[in-house]
């Protein structure tokens, strides 16, 4: 298992030495394998994307088929922006 559980008694006892002045204390939920694993799926969903908008533009879909293309880009960005801040 690759998370960390804490008991709420730690959270509190961390969040009380935490000052305004100090940095936010930021508990991450999922581990390295779980991280590359989301990064990954960003990447081939980008990746598709991205074939997918030359194809569109090879063929001259219409511009209303190119609205689809929202979608792998959207998980693309997912992906990534959960394995960066290893939520």
Partial sequence: MDSVFLSSASVRRVAAKTSASDPVVCLTNIGPKE???RLTFGVVAFA???ALAALLVLIDANVWWRVSLF???AAAGIGYFQARDKT
């Fill in 35 to 37: 991280q590359r694993r």
């Fill in 48 to 50: 598709a994307g991205v």
């Fill in 71 to 73: 979608f792998p880009f």
